[in-house]
């Protein structure tokens, strides 16, 4: 079974610097997909950004990029110019591409960010 | 389009009461999904429907059902509500484009006394 882990439980960050987020995940599927999702006060969940694994490229979102390191399993979120508005929960998830329709998503326990003024 | 859609928004159950959590979405999607959020723990799936009609088991399914009742809806049902199921109950589903982006309801925070 896929698993995720995600070793920061908190982070803080001034507003208008960079922080970075990581996440680990172990899987010995080769077709995935890793997703990064914000989840604010309101505890609605937002796609922040996606990365499919056969892309080398490292996906980017305005702020939000990713470093993805496919042979450590390793799939880090770097928030640029942080603003207050980021204050939120993070979640790392893994999506196993070959489930035959039924794309079940697997989450780490996230990371609390804190965006001071 | 109102994206996904759950009723109630929070509910109190005492211990050995039902209830029925509701989801609905009106994107056209085919597979559905129900998860769980407790503190510390990150989401958590209890089922799953990948097409009208059909149901699978999740991570945690003990002590819920769920009714695919047609494409729009799925219903998680609690038959006799345990402390344990205290928790924030998401709804998401999945497109026919980007089928690997699941798109989440506004949750139903769920106490159990």
């Known amino acids: 079974a896929q698993t995720v882990t995600q070793s920061q439980p908190e982070m803080s960050v001034q507003e208008a610097e960079t922080v970075t987020l990581s996440c680990t995940y172990d899987?010995?599927?080769?077709?995935?997909?890793l997703f990064w999702y914000k989840q604010p006060p309101s505890r609605q969940m937002i796609l922040v950004i996606r990365?499919?694994?056969?892309?080398?490229q490292n996906a980017t979102e305005n702020r939000f990029s990713v470093n993805f390191q496919k042979a450590a399993k390793s799939f880090s979120l770097k928030i640029s110019d942080s603003q207050l508005g980021d204050t939120a929960m993070y979640f790392c998830a893994f999506m196993d591409g070959a489930q035959g329709g039924s794309e079940k998503l697997v989450f780490g326990k996230g990371t609390k960010l804190t965006v001071n003024p | 389009n109102a994206g996904v859609t759950q009723t109630p928004k929070f509910q109190v159950l005492k211990t050995g009461q039902s209830m029925t959590l509701q989801c609905a979405q009106d994107m056209n999607h085919n597979s559905m999904y129900w998860y769980r959020q407790d503190p510390g723990m990150g989401l958590r799936l209890i089922y799953y429907s990948a097409s009208e009609g059909t149901t699978d088991k999740g991570e945690v399914p003990n002590g819920y059902n769920v009714s695919r009742l047609n494409k729009r809806e799925f219903s998680l049902r609690l038959e006799s509500a345990a402390p344990s199921q205290t928790s924030v109950y998401f709804c998401?589903?999945?497109?026919?484009?980007?089928?690997?982006?699941?798109?989440f309801g506004p949750g139903t925070r769920l106490l159990v006394l």
């Open positions: 899987t010995s599927e080769s077709n995935y997909y």
């Open positions: 998401a589903s999945t497109g026919t484009g980007y089928r690997e982006t699941q798109y």
């Open positions: 990365q499919e694994a056969y892309k080398q």
